[in-house]
């Protein structure tokens, strides 16, 4: 059973940048793609960004287009998503996820088989 772990959410002003990244256990990380999802309060969790296993293919929400970048390191089992132009509106509890698929990115939250547990990231205006 593989186990996610995200890190690097805080509180940052409109405008600056934050790094999230998330930290994975057991063999099977680079055999799927991965995923970015965020829930903010009263919202339903949404599709930020994803990745395919091998990292060639990238797919984005268009809120998030041209701002954030989904990246990963096989060889250390870790996702990461880098947040620049952060707006308020990027407020939520951001969580990684692997996907069911392995060369195609679902932005469907059914397609995602396992999940952590969040961290929060706060854009003060």
């Known amino acids: 059973q593989v186990q996610l772990v995200e890190s690097g959410g805080g509180l940052v002003q409109a405008g600056g940048s934050l790094r999230l990244s998330c930290a994975t256990s057991g063999p099977t990380f680079s055999s799927y793609a991965m995923g970015w999802f965020r829930q903010a309060p009263g919202k339903e969790r949404e599709f930020v960004a994803g990745i395919t296993r091998g990292g060639s293919t990238t797919r984005y929400a268009d809120s998030v287009k041209g701002r954030f970048t989904i990246s990963r390191d096989n060889a250390k089992n870790t996702l990461f998503l880098q947040m620049n132009s952060l707006k308020p509106e990027d407020t939520a509890v951001y969580s990684c996820?692997?996907?069911?698929?392995?060369?195609?990115?679902?932005?469907?939250?059914?397609?995602?088989?396992?999940w952590g547990q969040g961290t929060q990231v706060t854009v003060s205006s």
């Open positions: 996820a692997q996907s069911s698929h392995r060369w195609t990115v679902s932005t469907q939250l059914g397609e995602y088989t396992a």
